[in-house]
């Protein structure tokens, strides 16, 4: 049996237990997720959880880039580890599938062990999916997805959903924009993907942040102004379409880039990235300033990172109607 179809037993024991329910503490209004342990002076992004809220997997870097593990304790964040599979090539967008049973990321590692890196003419930009799936406290080897999947050296931003396909983006080979396709897991097979069909066309879209049930899918593009900085839409299912995005503006705030969308383990909460700054108003008194010299040297320097909000207000007025 292959280690798909294995992991798809041990996925399907898995949805029979119980897990615990995970209370959402979103706030409505955005904020930097974990200042100074999480979101630090580096560029982070794609903050993936297990189901029971209490690990986190997302990814750091500069002139490279690592994924790191995070594990709650006694309420507070403790400092990231690189994670067991990461490290050695550039490996980013880790996206944990709703059972926590396995994690599908990117990576520009080699095909085969000691060969070139993925992408050779620009191994920095390029990568595919591969995937690990748990091992008791431990994580498997990285297992690269199929060609019917990686057929293409720019790959990027996987999201699992309960069923264990897999969305993600990818580089039109001629325009070189990114559009979002699905490839269907099936019988221990991911299958050969297909275009997820959003807005009307001439644009790009990215970083697909799926309901584990696929009831809606947030993104980041351009659909608001087709030159514009990217904002973030949510779109939700209607029988065998998505329906018109919604842009989150609102919600989430339009400045300064906001993108690379994941939900939270309570699937009512977004997670997603911005170099946004705090504001400040003057003058200050002294512990003030003191309190922002912290500040400005743990996280709220203009780098990337990751902030979170609750979705809550968009999704009830969607189930309202």
């Given at each position: 049996?292959?280690?798909?179809?294995?992991?798809?037993?041990?996925?399907?024991?898995?949805?029979?237990?119980?897990?615990?329910?995970?209370?959402?503490?979103?706030?409505?209004?955005?904020?930097?997720?974990?200042?100074?342990?999480?979101?630090?002076?580096?560029?982070?992004?794609?903050?993936?959880?297990?189901?029971?809220?209490?690990?986190?997997?997302?990814?750091?870097?500069?002139?490279?880039?690592?994924?790191?593990?995070?594990?709650?304790?006694?309420?507070?964040?403790?400092?990231?580890?690189?994670?067991?599979?990461?490290?050695?090539?550039?490996?980013?967008?880790?996206?944990?599938?709703?059972?926590?049973?396995?994690?599908?990321?990117?990576?520009?590692?080699?095909?085969?062990?000691?060969?070139?890196?993925?992408?050779?003419?620009?191994?920095?930009?390029?990568?595919?999916?591969?995937?690990?799936?748990?091992?008791?406290?431990?994580?498997?080897?990285?297992?690269?997805?199929?060609?019917?999947?990686?057929?293409?050296?720019?790959?990027?931003?996987?999201?699992?959903?309960?069923?264990?396909?897999?969305?993600?983006?990818?580089?039109?080979?001629?325009?070189?924009?990114?559009?979002?396709?699905?490839?269907?897991?099936?019988?221990?097979?991911y299958l050969a993907p297909t275009r997820v069909a959003l807005g009307d066309g001439g644009t790009h879209e990215l970083d697909p942040a799926v309901a584990p049930d696929e009831s809606f899918i947030v993104f980041d593009s351009n659909l608001a102004a087709k030159s514009s900085p990217d904002r973030l839409f949510i779109a939700f299912r209607q029988?065998?379409?998505?329906?018109?995005?919604?842009?989150?503006?609102?919600?989430?705030?339009?400045?300064?880039?906001?993108?690379?969308?994941?939900?939270?383990?309570?699937?009512?909460?977004?997670?997603?990235?911005?170099?946004?700054?705090?504001?400040?108003?003057?003058?200050?008194?002294?512990?003030?300033?003191?309190?922002?010299?912290?500040?400005?040297?743990?996280?709220?320097?203009?780098?990337?990172?990751?902030?979170?909000?609750?979705?809550?207000?968009?999704?009830?007025?969607?189930?309202?109607?």
């Amino acid at each position: 049996m292959n280690l798909y179809k294995s992991c798809a037993l041990v996925a399907a024991m898995l949805s029979c237990m119980h897990v615990r329910a995970v209370q959402t503490s979103a706030p409505s209004t955005a904020e930097v997720f974990a200042p100074g342990v999480i979101s630090g002076p580096a560029n982070e992004d794609c903050a993936t959880f297990s189901p029971d809220g209490d690990t986190v997997f997302f990814d750091r870097g500069g002139s490279g880039i690592v994924i790191l593990v995070s594990h709650k304790q006694n309420g507070k964040w403790s400092t990231p580890q690189i994670a067991p599979f990461s490290g050695r090539w550039g490996d980013h967008d880790p996206s944990m599938a709703p059972d926590g049973s396995f994690l599908i990321f990117t990576s520009n590692r080699p095909a085969t062990e000691g060969g070139a890196p993925d992408g050779k003419s620009a191994p920095s930009v390029s990568g595919n999916l591969w995937r690990v799936d748990r091992k008791g406290n431990g994580w498997s080897t990285p297992v690269r997805l199929p060609d019917v999947v990686n057929n293409n050296p720019r790959i990027y931003s996987p999201s699992v959903v309960r069923d264990g396909s897999v969305y993600f983006q990818k580089a039109d080979e001629t325009s070189g924009e990114f559009h979002l396709w699905r490839s269907q897991y099936q019988a221990g097979e991911y299958l050969a993907p297909t275009r997820v069909a959003l807005g009307d066309g001439g644009t790009h879209e990215l970083d697909p942040a799926v309901a584990p049930d696929e009831s809606f899918i947030v993104f980041d593009s351009n659909l608001a102004a087709k030159s514009s900085p990217d904002r973030l839409f949510i779109a939700f299912r209607q029988a065998d379409h998505w329906g018109p995005p919604i842009d989150l503006s609102d919600v989430v705030g339009s400045k300064n880039n906001p993108w690379g969308a994941h939900l939270g383990p309570d699937g009512r909460s977004l997670y997603f990235t911005s170099d946004r700054r705090s504001k400040v108003s003057w003058p200050r008194t002294p512990q003030q300033m003191q309190d922002d010299l912290v500040r400005w040297q743990t996280w709220d320097n203009g780098a990337d990172n990751i902030w979170y909000v609750s979705l809550a207000s968009v999704l009830d007025a969607h189930h309202a109607q």
